[in-house]
């Protein structure tokens, strides 16, 4: 669902005819990248034990892994940002995420939902504080080139860019807490469907109140001009391009826009996030053996997300394929290569190689496996 719903975004056009948001935009806008990075810090989690987090060495020998892992996707990032595809890639920014989500592996279910809490609220005010002072976005996408330009790429990487990952830890933390929680249980999926759905209508609602008052209307329309804050509202109902105006009001702290990364922005997203998860956690925990092995089947290019995704960013190219709107072919194109994979019980190339790659780096870490120990004839010498 993730991995469609950035297709989604990354196809259909913004505004139908009327101008009014496409039904893709107004679903998958903002939230298909939070569910994304939702999944990599429950990806994390169960890396690192799930409900039972490992201690000392077999942690640090995972977390190496998982670093070596974030290095390989950040360059896959980057070689995907040169391929002219027009697309913001979050791969880069995925990698980094990994990065800052490393010194939270340690902790608990309850306090990583408190630390997501803090952060959500913590994170976009240091943003507004700190991006008046950094270099201006300058790329689409981080590619090769960028490391040129060191100080500007670690800026949009961790703040300026389109994923900042500094707020977007966020969403690492709560996909962590969730990785920490028994997601065998059908009362913690119940539990995350209802309090993300809670937290999702909450935080819209709550923002839209404060933003529909004149006087942050007014605040607002300074940095974006616009008719009158209905139309601003409709306007920001598109996006920001991952942060809100450099060294704009306070009042835009307020706003709930997707790829905004203001704390209403992130408590919707990943409320959303939440409730996806516990709903198909609910789904799928009930069904019979031979209906469960169907779903996998049919939704086997969730297994091979890195793989697909990195299809689809080349697929975008115009020299690949020519740019069209048409959602149906590239939707179908990811479902049947997908499900055919998962038919034959096979990994994606990419998830077998990215992997391979970091189980090495974790071996090299642990050492080698202790062998047997001498037999009932034999003293050790």
Known sequence: MALLGMVATHVVAERDLDGSLTAAHWVAGGRASALFAVLAGVTLALGTGGTAPVRGRERV????????????????????????????????????????????VGLRARWLWLAAAVWCVAAPVVSQVVRPALPER????????????????????????????????????????????????????????????????????????????????????????????????DRLAGGTGGTTPTGGSWAWLLTVAPHSATPFDLAQTAGSAMLVVGACLLVTLRL????????????????????????????????VWPPDDHLAPHVLVLLLIGAGF????????????????????????????????????????
């Open 288 to 319: 019979p053996a031979a209906t469960s092995r169907a779903v996998e089947v049919g939704f086997g290019a969730g297994r091979m997300s890195l793989s697909l995704y990195t299809l689809h960013v080349v697929l975008r190219t115009p020299d």
């Open 342 to 381: 998962a038919a034959a019980g096979r990994r994606g190339p990419l998830e077998a190689a990215v992997t391979a790659v970091s189980r090495a780096a974790e071996r090299s870490v642990r050492g080698p496996a202790p062998g047997p120990g001498p037999g009932p004839d034999q003293s050790p010498r």
């Open 61 to 104: 020998a995972r977390s190496y892994g998982f670093v070596v892992r974030a290095v390989v996707l950040a360059g896959l990032g980057l070689l995907l940002g040169a391929a002219g595809s027009g697309l913001a890639v979050i791969l880069t920014y995925y990698g980094v995420l990994f990065v800052l989500g490393l010194p939270f």
């Open 138 to 233: 300058g790329f689409t996408s981080p590619e090769p080139t960028s490391l040129a330009e060191p100080a500007r790429l670690v800026s949009e990487l961790l703040l300026t860019g389109y994923y900042p990952a500094v707020p977007w830890l966020t969403y690492l933390l709560v996909g962590l807490a969730i990785g920490r929680c028994d997601l065998r249980r059908l009362d913690v999926a119940a539990s995350l469907a209802v309090a993300g759905g809670v937290l999702a209508v909450a935080a819209t609602a709550v923002s839209r109140l404060l933003t529909e008052r004149a006087d942050v209307v007014s605040r607002l329309l300074v940095d974006v001009p616009a008719p009158d804050g209905e139309a601003l509202l």
